[in-house]
């Protein structure tokens, strides 16, 4: 009887609690949905409503109004397999602008993937569906946009379709932008409105100028993607934390691709959707092509000297387009599946060797963190420590003055968030040296 019952056990016996799903299976399932197809048909799409001008006509087949309306349809479409988790919508703001002279009215088109558990932690991405050509006041006569900004549109529409059909923690944000090409009018009435609404936006990505890779030298550069981040003060501002966790998704993610970090808010003279976010205190950087063909953007489609001039389709990689996308979808799937970073780290060196006393706030729900170090003429974090428990850690045999230090909270499943760095130590600004921004 006794053996009886013992077998018996053994039959019931569920085995060892099985390992959560890792995030690094779950982002390749992700990654493998992404269809370049469609991504290639809303390019030609967008192109063919002739003109995405802010002031082009909002009724029938040409006009920003046409625009909107198949990307409130392509969004929409989301809807049905997103476990109720999806909407989408327009958000109408008017503006008075400068560039244009007068009051307009932007339109973005906003689709909202709610969050499982911590739904008040929001990433948004987003591009600009708005387009000019070589005059900027034109409503009316063609202005492509293929590259600038339909290419990047594109990417937040297939990013929507492919994030959707998985619950995570936090809440996405997709948000094809107005008004950017009109002085970042529709991402900075967002962005506003967020901050007034108190919402924690703890990332900004926007693709802008995403799709093309031949460049003016007739070479092809299709190998990696340029990261644009601000920074106030310093080389770790919040944005260039999250420009960091950008080249780590891609590294990890992405097979033969890499994200390159621009130590710079944008490129000279220009500007971009993440502006409006960073003006705001969030974190947001920019994705923009490796080498820019100046003669495709913001120029009327003609021909000088058997030179083809205008932002066409045609000029349009989707095959690297498809890469821009694993990135932004590794990327929000990864920050929008990890718990939240640390709100805070301090760091303190030791007096009687050479270590390194770290201190944050526990993190609720982490399963550990990572402890990440470089040196301060380092672009990008050098090495990485795991540790299980929270709270404080000290690191020993690193001097505190010539590395910059930071921790991320890793998750059950292996995700792992943006890093929290301490700030600069500000002696020369208490010794009253001129306030640095
Ligand atoms: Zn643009």
């Known amino acids: 009887v006794i053996a009886l019952l013992a077998l018996t056990f053994l039959a019931q016996d569920p085995g060892p609690t099985p390992a959560p799903p890792r995030f690094q299976d779950q982002v390749g399932t992700l990654l493998r949905a992404i269809d370049q197809q469609n991504l290639e048909r809303t390019v030609r799409a967008l192109v063919a409503c002739g003109t995405r001008h802010v002031l082009s006509a909002t009724e029938g087949a040409r006009g920003t109004g046409a625009a909107r309306d198949l990307l409130q349809q392509q969004l929409e479409a989301c809807v049905a397999g997103s476990g109720g988790r999806l909407s989408v919508g327009r958000e109408a703001y ?246 939240p970073p640390p709100s805070q780290l301090t760091v303190s060196g030791t007096r009687d060797r050479y270590a390194i006393d770290l201190r944050w706030p526990e993190v609720p729900g982490v399963a550990g963190y990572e402890l990440v170090w470089r040196l301060t003429t380092a672009p990008d974090w050098e090495h990485a420590l795991r540790v299980d428990a929270g709270g404080r850690h000290r690191l020993d045999e690193l001097g505190l003055d010539d590395v910059v230090v930071g921790v991320r909270s890793v998750g059950a499943d292996g995700s792992r968030s943006r890093v929290t760095a301490p700030p600069e130590p500000d002696a020369l600004q208490q010794r009253g040296a001129t306030r640095d921004r």
């Open 94 to 339: 008017k503006v008075q602008n400068a560039r244009l002279g007068r009051e307009i009215e932007v339109v973005n088109v906003v689709a909202r993937l709610r969050g499982t558990n911590d739904p008040e932690r929001i990433y948004v991405v987003g591009g600009h569906y708005d387009s000019i050509n070589s005059d900027g006041r034109d409503a009316t006569r063609d202005a492509p946009g293929a590259n600038d900004d339909a290419s990047g549109t594109a990417v937040v529409v297939e990013a929507c379709r492919v994030l959707s059909r998985h619950p995570f923690p936090a809440t996405l944000l997709f948000v094809c932008y107005d008004g950017e090409e009109q002085g970042l009018v529709g991402s900075g009435a967002h962005a506003k409105a967020l901050a007034a609404a108190g919402a924690r936006v703890d990332g900004m990505i926007t693709n802008d100028i995403v799709g093309n890779t031949r460049g003016m030298d007739g070479k092809t550069y299709d190998g990696w993607l340029r990261c644009f981040s601000y920074s106030a003060r310093g080389n770790d501002s919040t944005s260039r934390s999250l420009a960091r966790a950008a080249t780590r998704a891609a590294r990890e993610h992405v097979a033969g691709f890499d994200v390159r970090l621009v130590l710079r808010g944008d490129r000279y003279g220009r500007g971009g959707d993440h502006r409006s976010f960073f003006n705001e205190g969030f974190p947001a950087i920019r994705f923009s092509e490796p080498r820019e063909d100046y003669s495709r953007q913001h120029k009327d489609v003609s021909e000088r000297d058997g030179k083809p001039y205008g932002d066409l389709p045609e000029f349009v990689d989707f095959g690297y387009l498809g890469k821009v996308c694993a990135v932004n979808v590794a990327l929000l799937a990864e920050l929008a599946s990890a718990p």
